[in-house]
């Protein structure tokens, strides 16, 4: 038995036990005696003792001993003889195969080498890549969704997309989708859906970011809770879907082809296209998070018989764009090709300084710079010695606005809501025809009860920069690389520079292309869009 405290354990054991080993030890040994008797076996080899002296013919019998002792020699020898030569004999034929087979071997890496190479995998990150895709999308739907975040509709459009949709073979339909609803005031969100069905249907959607895949879902629901607390609440809770899915049952079943109807989803990087998908199918069919351009290629998913959605990659954001548009909608920071505290910065100044203090909790800054580290102390982004990590800071304020966490919003500028100066875009045209209208007005009316919107008071009033032009091929990015260079040039301010982060830049105008699709201009005063927060705190 080993000691606690010693290292080895110790050989020692009670008189008895010794005794009863001794004992056996001896019976043990009796037993091999009395069988050595019984079985007298000799292990010792008998020693041959020769001829004796006195045997007559002791020379003869010498000699042919002798003789016959060469003879058994000779014949092992030729044994041995006849085996090295059938060794050799084996050898000789192994190699003349051996000099058969490389030139069979090397007739056959003729013909691979003849074979025609396979491509290498295409870069899924690079721009032809994602535009490519997105075409390919364009090209196989009948009905085109295009995704816009409420708290920046008019950023979110794309002139070139909705050219390339409209004016495209097919007769395609466009629907606009306004996402993210639950993070804009309703009234702004009412306002931007009376002037944008000016010229498309819109749907008002609230997409769940509780969806699980269907393996998950099922083993939960083994397990039913006594309340309901976390399937009623308000991430989980999906509005708008029920809409857009009976709108698109009806449009599928007023076509005469059999075939299944087929919708592509569209727009900029984490405006909620995957979401929107996953809510309607119920169950998560496509990959999505807050990081941006997570969907690399086109994905099909069916939601009814007739009607199957097909999921796309976002739209790559031209460099000519200002700098806050490329901020939220181009992929440049997730790339390396742009600076996170930059995108901070061109945030910061179109939005009111005294807003960002109560949003996000922190006293009064003079620049960017000033914030960050701000925020880095509040969030707890220290690095070693307490020092404050801005750049962990920066990208996660900027997270923030793409993703579905604050609560900023446009105003609808006046002269959108006005009707359309091109005849060919009336409410009563052929392009909402084919759509339930009433259906779509009812379904609006539901959605916009069941959310629960922020108040005005807490929602960050944001400039917007109007519509962001978009590549749909590589050869569109060529056209103005002086531009993007000079977005990317400005310095980061430094701490000298006070009062620069609430001076609005003057938006710059889009060259936008001739055709059925017309955006107003939005006017650049900053003092319009910003939310007095005196009004409401007296």
Known sequence: MKRPKLKKASKRVSCSKRYKIQKKVREHNRKLKKEAKKNPASKRVKKDLGVPSSAPFKEEVLREAEQRRLQIEGEKEKKRQTKIEERAQKRKKEAASKEKEPKAKKARQDVVEKLPE???????????????????????????????????????????????????EGNKKLIL???????????????????????????????????????????????????EVLDRSRAAA??????????????????????????????????????????????LACNAGVKRGITKSMQEVHILKNVKLIDSPGVVASPSNPPASMALRSLQVEEGQGSVLEAVRTLLKQCDHSQIMLQYNVPDFRNSLEFVTLFAKKRGYLQKGGVPNTAHAAASFLADWT?????YHCKVPENLCKAPENPGLPADTAVQSGWDLNLLKTGNEETLKGVKFPSQASSIGFISKGPTAGLLSVADSEEKPVAAEQNNEQPLQSAEETNETQEPEEPQPLKRPTGRVHFQSVPAGGEADAYDFNTDFK
């Not at 969100?189 to 269907?214: H, M, Y």
């Not at 993703?403 to 609560?407: C, D, I, R």
Request: hydrophobic letters at 40%.
């Open 177 to 227: 989708v306004l996402s993210k609803i639950d993070l804009v005031p309703k009234e702004n969100v009412e306002r931007w859906i009376q002037c944008l069905q000016l010229e498309f249907p819109v749907v008002a959607f609230k997409a769940s970011t509780q969806i699980v895949d269907k393996t998950v879902r099922a083993r939960k629901r083994r397990i039913v809770a006594s309340n």
């Open 238 to 283: 999906c509005f708008g879907s029920r809409c857009l899915t009976e709108l698109l049952a009806s449009l599928a079943s007023n076509t005469q082809t059999e075939a299944s109807l087929k919708v592509g989803v569209v727009g900029f990087p984490n405006v909620g296209k995957s979401s929107l998908i996953n809510s309607m199918k119920g169950i």
């Open 403 to 407: 993703g579905a966490t604050v609560s």
């Open 118 to 168: 396979k491509p290498p995998a295409p870069d899924k990150s690079s721009q032809h890549y994602l535009c490519s895709e997105l075409n390919k999308v364009i090209d196989a739907s009948d009905v085109i969704i295009e995704v816009l975040d409420a708290r920046d509709p008019l950023g979110c459009r794309c002139p070139q997309l909705e050219e390339a949709v409209l004016q495209g």
